[in-house]
Structure formats: C-alpha cells, structure tokens
C-alpha cells in the first residue's frame, strides 16, 4: 500500500511513554560516557571505567528491551538504531581513544597518532552500510576500544607493545572478517550469552582493583575474549567455504 494511503497505528499515551523512555534508558550511555571521560581527565580510572562499564551494560541490554516493546512502531519518528550508533561511538571509540591520547602509555609522540586512528578508523567501520551483516555479524572489528583499553592498562604492557597492539586492531577495522553480535548471531548464542555474563562479572570485579588488577584475574578474563575471536573466525571461515 503507498505509504500516503497507510493508516497510523493507533499508539496509547502510556505505550509513547513506554517507547520514550526506552529510547532515554539507551540516552544514558551517554551520560555514563561523559562521566567517564570527567573520571579519566581528573586522574581517577577506576571511576572512569565503571563509569564506561555502566554504558556497556545499558547496550547490551537497550536492544533487547526496545524489541520487547516495539519500539519502532510505537516512536516510528525516533531511529532508535542511529541513537544506539551515536551513543556506541562515543563510549566504545571517543572516550577510549581520549583515554589512549592522556593517560595510556605508548612510546612518546604515538598518543595523538594511536588515538586519531582510532577514531577515523571507527568512524569509517561505524558508517560502512554492511557495519551489520542481517545475518546479525559485525563487519571488520566492532570497535571494542574499550575493553581493549582496559586490558592494555591493566596488563602495563610496554609502550611499544602496546601500541603495535592498537595498530592491529585499528588495521582489522578494515579486513571485512565477520564477527560475532553476541547477543543475536545464533550460533552458540545461548552459549555465548551464558559466558559473557560470567565474564562480565569477572571484569567488574578486575575494574573494582584498578590501578592493581591481580594478574591471575585479568588472564582469567581472558577466556571470554578468546572465545569471542575463535568463535567469529571459525564461523567466517565456514562461510567462505
């Protein structure tokens, strides 16, 4: 039917304010991302990456809640999708790469360089039109600078490692390998849900230790990460083949 010949679907006040503050709850990983980025410029880190930690778990759970009440047809004018976009460039790219740019340790003179790249290059794998393939995949590394981030500051890496690590990432932006969408590709999902919840716990309690995260518990962590990477690159290669 032409869209000038539809009829509107009749929407209730208490369901508009339900689609409304759905589409706040997610507004809120914005205001966790300007908190963060004021906990980091005052020296406190570990105000700053719970702060950053809080915008996580609003992402992972916004999708999930928008579907449930039907978002886009009850707040057909709000694009939800590009609210979470912006909201995800800030907490996992800018405030990150600012992170990077002030407090992270790489060899004199890289800080501005690293952090630049990583924001031209996830502003390119943010704006791609197959960021997201429909079979629910990211597109190139889905940008996780600051999980990186964290990682790289707890482990005092040295500097040059460091950055060789934030080089290959912002290189892998570009390499169109898939990558899991934890929460909706379906291979292994629940799987994957189960063990990033576990891992989220994991980490909230490393992020609670900053500036002295027990090193048998960051590698711990480590399973979630390894996991996420074999699963994305098994399930790419099977696709080629």
Request: aromatic share 18%; proline share 7%; net charge positive.
């Amino acid at each position: 039917m032409p869209e000038k010949f539809r009829i509107p679907t009749p929407v209730s006040y208490l369901t508009s304010c339900v689609a409304w503050t759905t589409h706040l709850y997610t507004a809120t990983g914005a205001v966790f991302a300007l908190l963060a980025l004021h906990a980091f410029v005052a020296g406190t880190p570990r105000e700053g990456f719970l702060w950053l930690y809080a915008a996580v778990v609003v992402d992972a759970t916004d999708g999930w809640l928008a579907r449930l009440v039907k978002v886009d047809q009850r707040l057909p004018s709000v694009d939800g999708v590009l609210l979470d976009s912006i909201i995800d460039y800030v907490t996992f790219v800018f405030v990150p790469a600012y992170f990077v740019y002030a407090i992270l340790l790489v060899p004199p003179g890289w800080n501005g360089l690293l952090a630049s790249a990583m924001i031209l290059s996830s502003a390119y794998g943010f704006s791609h039109r197959n960021a997201k393939t429909a079979d629910y995949f990211f597109r190139g590394f889905p940008s996780y600078w600051n999980i990186v981030v964290f990682y790289l500051y707890a482990a005092s890496l040295p500097p040059s490692i460091t950055a060789g690590v934030l080089l290959t990432l912002v290189v892998m932006v570009f390499i169109p390998v898939n990558y899991v969408y934890p929460s909706r590709t379906p291979t292994l999902r629940r799987l994957t849900i189960f063990l990033g919840l576990v891992w989220a716990a994991l980490m909230l309690f490393s992020i609670w230790q900053v500036p002295e995260v027990r090193r048998w518990l960051l590698v711990t962590t480590l399973f979630f990460p390894t996991y996420y990477v074999l699963l994305s690159f098994s399930l790419y290669r099977r696709r080629l083949d």
